[in-house]
């Protein structure tokens, strides 16, 4: 029974391959006509297996919707086409703007350059303002005492040697 099967199976691959062979050099679209055409192995086995039959049934009703619809789809009309042409064309112009960054470079470098030219001048003012303020070097002649002092502790060793240099 299971050797059966197998040969069965097997013959239906066969028949169907050879099936779809004789529908595509076929341009028929009835059963009975392709049956006909069909070489008398092929038609004895597509006459006893239901399956088979039922197959090439099939194919030639899908070859008959094909042929309706492609009449129908063969013209979409100026409206279709101007719709589809748009919507490319918009899709073009999207990952155009997105693929290339470089667009908003200008606008950019201008505003980098104000940016930096206001920092600088913010940086040079404070500069100016925070300037520590150095006094004139001081410069003492010899012999001449220096009145000027920065400590009190410096104020009294001048008058302390004010006091021993004078006789």
């Known amino acids: 029974m299971w050797n059966w099967l197998k040969a069965q199976k097997r013959q239906c691959g066969a028949a169907q391959s050879r099936t779809q062979d004789l529908m595509n050099?076929?341009?028929?679209?009835?059963?009975?006509?392709?049956?006909?055409?069909a070489d008398g192995e092929l038609r004895q086995h597509l006459e006893t297996c239901a399956d088979c039959l039922d197959g090439m049934e099939q194919s030639l009703a899908a070859r008959r919707m094909l042929r309706q619809n492609a009449a129908a789809a063969a013209d979409p009309g100026a409206a279709f086409t101007r719709r589809i042409m748009l919507a490319v064309n918009a899709a073009a112009e999207q990952s155009a703007a997105v693929a290339n960054p470089w667009m908003a470079l200008p606008a950019v470098a201008s505003r980098m350059a104000w940016v930096?030219?206001?920092?600088?001048?913010?940086?040079?003012?404070?500069?100016?303002?925070?300037?520590?303020?150095?006094?004139?070097?001081?410069?003492?002649?010899?012999?001449?005492?220096?009145?000027?002092?920065?400590?009190?502790?410096?104020?009294?060793?001048?008058l302390v040697s004010v006091a021993r240099s004078e006789p």
């Open 25 to 37: 050099g076929w341009a028929g679209t009835d059963a009975a006509e392709c049956l006909a055409a």
């Open 116 to 158: 930096c030219a206001v920092a600088l001048l913010l940086a040079a003012v404070w500069l100016h303002e925070t300037r520590a303020y150095v006094p004139p070097a001081r410069s003492t002649v010899s012999g001449e005492i220096s009145l000027v002092s920065d400590s009190a502790a410096e104020n009294e060793e001048v």
